[in-house]
C-alpha cells in the first residue's frame, strides 16, 4: 500500500476527507491525485455538495491544485504541524 485516504459524511451534504496520506518514496506519482479523484466521485455519488479537508501546511498546494481553497486554520499538530481548513464545491 502507497496510499490511504477516508471520506466520510460530516454533516448534511458535506463531506469531509481525513486521513489522507501518500508513503514519501511514492509522491509525484499521481496517487495522491488518484484517491483524492475517488473519494471526490464517491461523495458526488453520496450526494455531498462539498467536501471539506484539514490540511498539513505542506499540502496546501496539493490541494489548491485539484481546487480546493483555504478558509482558516484548524490546529497545530503535536505543537508543530500547522493545519488549515480547505472546501471545496463539487
Same mark, same amino acid.
Given at each position: 500500500m502507497?496510499?490511504? @485516504? =477516508?471520506?466520510?459524511?460530516?454533516? !448534511?451534504g458535506?463531506?469531509?476527507?481525513?486521513f489522507m &496520506?501518500?508513503?514519501?518514496?511514492a509522491r %509525484?506519482c499521481g496517487c495522491?491525485?488518484?484517491?483524492?479523484?475517488?473519494l471526490?466521485?464517491? @461523495? =458526488?455519488?453520496?450526494?455531498?455538495t !462539498?467536501?471539506?479537508?484539514?490540511?498539513r501546511?505542506? &499540502?496546501?498546494?496539493?490541494?489548491?491544485h %485539484?481546487?480546493?481553497?483555504v478558509?482558516g486554520?484548524?490546529?497545530?499538530l503535536?505543537?508543530?504541524i500547522?493545519?488549515?481548513?480547505?472546501?471545496?464545491?463539487?
Amino acid at each position: 500500500m502507497v496510499g490511504v @485516504g =477516508r471520506l466520510h459524511q460530516a454533516s !448534511e451534504g458535506i463531506g469531509q476527507i481525513r486521513f489522507m &496520506a501518500v508513503d514519501l518514496r511514492a509522491r %509525484s506519482c499521481g496517487c495522491g491525485r488518484a484517491i483524492l479523484s475517488g473519494l471526490e466521485a464517491r @461523495g =458526488r455519488e453520496w450526494r455531498f455538495t !462539498e467536501i471539506v479537508l484539514n490540511a498539513r501546511e505542506a &499540502a496546501i498546494n496539493f490541494y489548491l491544485h %485539484s481546487g480546493y481553497r483555504v478558509v482558516g486554520r484548524a490546529y497545530v499538530l503535536f505543537d508543530s504541524i500547522p493545519h488549515y481548513v480547505m472546501r471545496k464545491q463539487l
